[in-house]
């Protein structure tokens, strides 16, 4: 049982229904120390390799910070559920819900978005409601390719900054949310205001043009699969060792993955992402071991005759290179990284399945 008072409970699930957004601001009511003790050792397990031990953001693939209250007081409280539970898909930011995958319960997601904006100093929830920023998409254009393509992409892929082209991001993202995002910026971190360096006109029209790269979603739903065991994991166990050379250490490029995938060689290939990112996209052959998991029972199921292991994430490495030094300090000598993740994967052509893999 994740909350243990009733009113706890009454109050958060207000708190998360759109309609509480229109109602008079009620307090927000503090977690129960034992549940905010919960909400901090799922944080540390599950987010803390991207967006730092303390929140700031910026540990790994450019995570943003969790603890700006200029995020805090505009994402509060839904957007932030909608992001921890779903996810932005095409980023490192995979979704943590059970129904998509991931390994929390709703409870947990919720648990997790009060505990954020408490240790956040709980700011107070700005009412900026959702209605549509009226600009000129042409001259959005131009000002952001001057003043955000640096940071955020010519295509708003993401580069240091967060990818604001993306389909999931948009569809979680009202208006006045980004508008309010580029007016003050989100305070310690590298995104500053630009209050007073762009007119209003003109940050209404960097709003519109974001607004229209909302495009995507002509995928289909697709139902989940149950992952395959790792007891199964070994692929071509008949096949003999791969042969490849390391890049820069303990990686292994995707030209050699490719290679030794086609000559059916014998190793295991883990998939170091949150769950619910095996789901959606993944290579043929692999299983779901996030950063997360169970060292131990993940240990006890591995194959220990040296029978190769390698690991695989979002590019860049952080959540495969965290599994690769705990199964070398465990004693497994030979694993390796995919140098380029899976997105370089994607990048350079080489193919991925969704749901079950078909080994
Ligand atoms: C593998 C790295 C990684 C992990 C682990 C991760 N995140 Fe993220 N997160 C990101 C990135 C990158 C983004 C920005 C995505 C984008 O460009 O839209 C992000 C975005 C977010 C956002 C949206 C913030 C904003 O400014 O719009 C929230 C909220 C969030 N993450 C919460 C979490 C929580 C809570 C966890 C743990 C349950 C977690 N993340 C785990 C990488 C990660
Ligand atoms: C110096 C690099 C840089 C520049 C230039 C920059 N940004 Fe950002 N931006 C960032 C970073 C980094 C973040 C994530 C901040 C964090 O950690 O919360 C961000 C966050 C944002 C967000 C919030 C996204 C979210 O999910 O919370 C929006 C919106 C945004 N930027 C829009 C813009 C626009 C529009 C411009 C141009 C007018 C711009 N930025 C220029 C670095 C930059």
Redesign the pocket.
């Known amino acids: 049982m994740i909350t243990s008072s009733p009113k706890v409970l009454l109050a958060a699930l207000l708190l998360v229904s759109p309609l509480a957004q229109a109602a008079a601001p009620r307090p927000i009511p503090l977690l129960p120390p034992e549940e905010a003790a919960a909400a901090e050792a799922?944080?540390q397990r599950?987010?803390a390799?991207?967006?730092g031990p303390d929140r700031a953001g910026h540990a790994?693939?450019?995570?943003?910070?969790?603890k700006s209250r200029s995020?805090l007081s505009t994402?509060f409280p839904w957007?932030?559920r909608e992001?921890?539970a779903y996810?932005?898909p095409g980023?490192?930011?995979?979704g943590?819900l059970d129904e998509v995958g991931g390994p929390?319960s709703m409870a947990e997601v919720r648990r997790?978005m009060l505990w954020?904006h408490e240790k956040g100093g709980s700011p107070e929830p700005l009412r900026l409601g959702s209605d549509r920023v009226a600009g000129d998409v042409q001259a959005g254009a131009a000002v952001y390719g001057q003043y955000c393509a640096s940071c955020h992409g010519e295509q708003g892929e993401?580069i240091t900054g967060?990818?604001l082209g993306?389909p999931?991001?948009l569809a979680t993202?009202p208006d006045p949310f980004l508008r309010h995002a580029i007016e003050h910026g989100?305070d310690g971190t590298p995104m500053e205001g630009f209050a007073g360096t762009l007119s209003p006109t003109q940050m209404d029209d960097v709003t519109a043009f974001l607004r229209s790269r909302a495009t995507g979603w002509n995928a289909e739903p697709r139902p989940l699969v149950p992952p395959p065991a790792l007891a199964d994991a070994v692929l071509n166990p008949e096949g003999e060792a791969p042969a490849f050379e390391f890049k820069n250490g303990h990686y292994i490029t995707a030209a050699d993955l490719d290679r030794i995938l086609k000559e059916k060689r014998r190793f295991v290939l883990l998939d170091t992402?949150?769950a619910s990112m095996w789901q959606l996209a993944h290579i043929k052959g692999s299983v779901p071991i996030p950063?997360y998991s169970d060292r131990e029972a993940v240990v006890a199921a591995l194959p220990t005759d040296g029978t190769w292991i390698i690991s695989y994430?979002?590019c860049p490495r952080?959540?495969a290179d965290s599994v690769n030094k705990w199964l070398r300090e465990k004693g497994f000598t030979n694993t390796a990284v995919l140098w380029e993740g899976i997105g370089g994967w994607v990048a350079l052509g080489y193919p991925t399945t969704v749901g079950r893999a078909e080994p």
């Open positions: 799922d944080y599950y987010c390799l991207c967006h790994n693939d450019h995570a943003p910070s969790l995020l994402a957007l932030l992001s921890i996810g932005r980023t490192p930011m995979g943590y929390m997790m954020l993401g967060t990818a993306n999931a991001m993202t989100r992402r949150v950063y994430c979002e952080a959540a």
